[in-house]
């Protein structure tokens, strides 16, 4: 069974520019959800999709990102536009059900950097 | 604030040799701590869950601690090997309805021949 996929795996892009990453969970898993890296910081919570619904958006920084999840398969962050804070890693992960045991399965990350 | 600390932050080893690394945390209402293994470009991979009433889970060489009463959590990993060398991050689960995760900055373990 095929793991969380993102892409791409790396972004160098410039200040004011646009950037997409994208996700793909595990499938059937109804849950996917967003996290970013900061240089030096914890990973944090962004937002958390169940199926194609936001079902918690409070850790999205600013409306500069824009998460979608049509269909309720894979997801898209974009950023625009992009700022030298927003750069790190940012990781996807799903789950099969929204229950305190499910185990969330994480993707390898997109390295995002803002010159 | 919810907040959870791990330490020490890195740690060298020699193969062969035992280590304890230590995680508290500061979250309410409290679901399950979690501990994850990431490797260098890697996404973080789950070693571990216990919830309030479990003190102690192991995964092979790999065995977890949880004192909820204190709040803290230690990961003890024994006869290390090279492949040990990752980030161990603690992650507290809230017992909210999306369990959110809240992950500690992780300690950096290199295990050396």
């Known amino acids: ?115 | 604030k919810n907040q959870v600390e791990q330490s020490p932050q890195s740690l060298i080893i020699l193969e062969g040799k035992n280590c304890t690394l230590q995680c508290n945390y500061t979250v309410s209402p409290f679901s399950n701590l979690r501990w994850y293994k990431q490797d260098t470009g890697r996404g973080p991979v789950s070693l571990t869950i216990m919830t309030f009433s479990e003190n102690t889970k192991s995964n092979g060489r790999y065995t977890a601690t949880l004192d909820a009463d204190t709040k803290q959590s230690s990961l003890h990993i024994t006869a290390s090997q090279l492949s040990d060398s990752a980030s161990y991050i603690c992650v507290v689960s809230e017992a909210s309805g999306t369990y959110k995760y809240i992950f500690g900055t992780g300690t950096r373990l290199k295990v050396l021949a």
């Open chain 1, 1 to 115: 069974e095929a793991g969380v996929t993102q892409f791409p795996s790396h972004s160098v892009i410039e200040k004011g520019q646009t950037v997409t990453l994208r996700c793909d969970p595990i499938s059937g898993h109804d849950n996917l959800y967003w996290y970013r890296r900061v240089m030096g910081k914890e990973i944090k919570f962004l937002l958390h999709f169940v199926k194609e619904s936001k079902q918690d958006e409070s850790g999205m920084p600013n409306n500069r990102f824009l998460a979608e999840r049509t269909g309720g398969t894979y997801s898209t962050l974009k950023v625009q536009p992009a700022e030298l804070e927003d750069s790190g890693v940012y990781f996807c992960a799903s789950s099969p059900r929204t229950s305190g045991r499910e185990t969330q399965y994480f993707g390898p990350g997109t390295r995002l950097l803002v010159l």
